[in-house]
């Protein structure tokens, strides 16, 4: 058997867990909503849980170390989990000599985000690229940027808060606390908050009754828009306008081989491509304009396979 690592996934909302080998599979997997709120010696507990649960599967493998993606901010050199808004009394908590000292095994800790761009460079869509950039567009607009052939940490790991760029100055108020972030105009959540606010409970539109007369979601967006409906359309060519002028800066700011793009609005990139394309070519400059914009590979996946080659490819 190759060498093998243990993984992990560590959000706000769920808790994956799986065993990675050096082509990027995944020989066994398992997942259970986190205890975001319990603070963090519960988390631990569950982590050495589910590491139990996919172990067993597959009995014969022995990792040769831990990698573990987690919400931000964190410092991976330092092995420690800073602030994270989603994690309930989560600061300063050395999760990696934590886990460590709890599995006896090396553990290398790493921001989500970055996690998951490492994973489409090294085996999903940006394979034989020296420098991409990852953006996932989901509840939040998060990212990581392969440069060189390796990963932009920046200062204390913080580099690349794709989201948190400012790209107008007319938004509503930023979970961050800012105005006109990128991640405020263009996120799923975004997307689907100006939807549930053009319709109206029972109004019979397809929106609404995708929603069932709840709030209007970016999934829902993109599938009444995959169905046709004018309204849904019409949100896509705006989000699709958002997300080139975007990706126009970060094509300014890094020039990459290419922009990765996945989270749940990714599912609709063939709706959003022409759209964002069209921006691109509007207002990047010449020499950016060739550069791919593809959809990921991996889809939630990448995190793991990404946090798995830290410790395979180390």
Not at 1 to 6: E, I, P, W
Not at 104 to 112: C, G
Not at 162 to 171: A, E, L, P
Not at 198 to 224: K, N, P, Q, Y
Request: proline fraction near 4%; charged fraction near 20%.
């Amino acid at each position: 058997m190759s060498r093998v690592a243990l993984a992990f996934d560590l959000g706000g909302t769920d808790l994956r867990a799986a065993l990675v080998d050096e082509t990027g599979a995944l020989l066994a997997f398992a997942s259970l909503p986190t205890e975001a709120r319990a603070g963090p010696q519960a988390v631990v507990e569950q982590i050495v849980a589910l590491a139990a649960e996919v172990r067993a599967q597959v009995p014969n493998a022995a990792p040769v170390g831990i990698g573990i993606g987690a919400a931000g901010p964190l410092d991976p050199k330092a092995g420690i989990v800073i602030a994270p808004p989603t994690l309930f009394g989560w600061r300063d908590v050395p999760l990696g000599q934590i886990l460590q000292d709890r599995f006896d095994l090396p553990v290398k800790l790493e921001n989500d985000a970055n996690a998951a761009a490492i994973g489409e460079w090294r085996h999903g869509a940006g394979r034989g690229t020296s420098s991409l950039v990852f953006v996932t567009i989901s509840t939040g607009i998060g990212g990581g940027v392969i440069a060189d052939g390796r990963i932009f940490h920046g200062r204390r790991g913080l580099a690349a808060e794709i989201g948190h760029m400012t790209i107008t100055d007319h938004s509503e108020r930023c979970f961050c606390g800012g105005i006109g972030c990128f991640e405020a105009v263009a996120s799923g959540s975004a997307l689907g908050t100006k939807a549930t606010s053009i319709t109206r409970l029972g109004d019979g539109s397809a929106l609404r009754a995708l929603s069932r007369d709840g709030d209007v979601t970016g999934r829902h967006v993109i599938e009444a828009a995959r169905n046709g409906d004018q309204t849904a359309l019409r949100l896509v060519a705006e989000e699709g306008r958002w997300l080139g002028i975007g990706f126009t800066n970060l094509l300014h700011l890094y020039s990459p081989d290419m922009i990765v793009m996945g989270g749940g609005i990714s599912s609709g990139f063939d709706l959003l491509e022409s759209t964002i394309c069209a921006t691109i070519s509007d207002r990047a400059m010449s020499v950016y304009r060739d550069v791919p914009i593809v959809p990921a590979e991996l889809g939630n996946h990448a995190g793991l396979i990404g946090a798995a080659s830290l410790v395979l490819r180390a």
